[in-house]
Nanobody, 114 residues
Framework: QVQLVESGGGSVQTGGSLRLSCAASGGTFSSYSMSWLRQAPGKERELVAT????????YYVEAVQGRFTISRDDVKNTVYLEMNALRPEDTAVYYC???????WGKGTLVTVSS
């Protein structure tokens, strides 16, 4: 059983930055591909970014390419999402997930005001 706890959300103005963290416990973190997803009000949850195990490859949805960076620290069992140049449309609850598995955090809210 894997537990995931997100943190780092908050309220920022357009153009601001936030760094989300997701701390994992209860599993072999280094063996997992990890993902960040988000769900905006009234919309379906969408994949934002994925990082493969061993940090070999990363994927970003087009809307965040060049602004967001996903990274991981296998010593700290933590995955990060560095978010820069934030826009109002980035407002959402952000979740981390073990890619392809039913292990999710409870989410952290990011609000970007214009």
């Amino acid at each position: 059983q894997v537990q995931l706890v997100e943190s780092g959300g908050g309220s920022v103005q357009t153009g601001g930055s936030l760094r989300l963290s997701c701390a994992a416990s209860g599993g072999t973190f280094s063996s997992y591909s990890m993902s960040w997803l988000r769900q905006a009000p009234g919309k379906e949850r969408e994949l934002v970014a994925t990082i493969a195990r061993s940090d070999n490859s990363r994927y970003y949805v087009e809307a965040v390419q060049g602004r967001f960076t996903i990274s991981r620290d296998d010593v700290k069992n933590t995955v990060y999402l560095e978010m820069n140049a934030l826009r109002p449309e980035d407002t959402a609850v952000y979740y981390c997930r073990v890619t392809g598995m039913n292990y999710w955090g409870k989410g952290t809210l990011v609000t970007v005001s214009s």
